[in-house]
């Protein structure tokens, strides 16, 4: 599993990647017209954006009309609108699993379970990755071609704007910090527990004290064991004399010498 450093620059990343991919969603100049100077109340710059166009006077009067018909938009804009909204969401629930996934938190389970909310993270700023770049690249191609296809004059061209190239960066920014995500693989499985991961000191040594003690009643309980088995065998062996004793001497033909003698001793007496 990557170390928490990296993965804080790969969560940076993907926090610019994703206010980057939400600010050019929302600005008006994706393409912009070619500048023209002729007279006061004359437009100097005509933009164009997903939401909105607008227009800037060169007297410094700026004024924008929202797009407010969807049918009559060209098939190209309507993909990228909804491709740009759908980005922002993914790479936002891509920022929710990343705060889980980190190291440095408190929460998200253990380390395995950290490492594969890491790796979803990274898929989700993957794919609003691609989410930008294609109707990006789409959007850039049409405007280009119309551009140089068309014969209108320069004032009525309009050129790639500055939304663009801030797309283009976010969805690099969004794209880094995915695949560095996605490198976060939590290893191999091994026989000892998967603990829940222990977010500072003190935890750490609760564990330490609980494992402790854990052992210490383990071999508590062995030695108290062992104990019990020596006295049973002890008792046994006490018991199995004494039940010897007891055959022995209970058997008339097997009396002890000294009553013998001194039976014969009073006869003789007699």
Sequence with gaps: MLSAAIQILAFALALLGVLGATVATLLPNWKVSMNVWSSVMTPISQMQGLWMDCVWYS??????????????????LQTTRAAMVLSCLVAAFGLCLASLGLKCTRWGGSHRAKGHTAIAAGGCFILASLLCLIPASWFTNEVITVFLTTDLPDSSKYQPGGALCVTFISAGFLLAGGVIFCMSCPGKRT?????????DPDRLVMYGDERRRRELQTAHVQTKTRKNKSVQLQTDEVKAEQNEEQRVYSSPSKLPQKDIKDSYSLQEYV
């Design 59 to 76: 007297s410094g009067v700026f004024s924008c009309t929202m797009k407010n018909s969807v049918l009559s938009l060209p098939a190209y």
């Design 191 to 199: 026989r000892r527990p998967d603990y829940p991961y222990p977010p």
